[in-house]
């Protein structure tokens, strides 16, 4: 099995910073895709950001130019560095690694860590 654990999240301004980190631990292939996805009250989770393993990026459009991913993989560990950060980011994140599975490709989810943005 796969266990990720996040760090980071917290209170901050509109307009300010903050910066995400996921650890991975257990059974790790080489070739996946880790990730952040939110859910913020009311709405469905959805994917913020993605990086393969040869580091090919995907962001949603609402975070492009603000946020940037990143990963280390010597460490299995994935950030994310959150700036200009507006109320709508507001939501609970949630690190995702995707590999292959017992021949199939798999999701395993970290617990969550909450952002909230204040006026």
């Known amino acids: 099995q796969v266990q990720l654990v996040e760090s980071g999240g917290g209170l901050v301004q509109a307009g300010g910073s903050l910066r995400l980190s996921c650890a991975a631990s257990?059974?790790?292939?080489?070739?996946?895709?880790m990730g952040w996805y939110r859910q913020a009250p009311g709405k469905q989770r959805e994917l913020v950001a993605a990086?393969?393993?040869?580091?090919?990026?995907n962001y949603a459009d609402s975070v492009k130019g603000r946020f940037t991913i990143s990963r280390d993989n010597t460490k299995s560990t994935v950030n994310l560095q959150m700036n200009s950060l507006k109320r709508e980011d507001t939501a609970v994140y949630y690190c995702?690694?995707?590999?292959?599975?017992?021949?199939?490709?798999?999701?395993?989810w970290g617990q969550g860590t909450q952002v909230t943005v204040s006026s």
């Open positions: 257990g059974i790790i292939f080489s070739i996946n895709t």
């Open positions: 990086i393969t393993n040869a580091d090919k990026t």
């Open positions: 995702n690694l995707n590999q292959i599975w017992l021949g199939a490709k798999k999701d395993f």
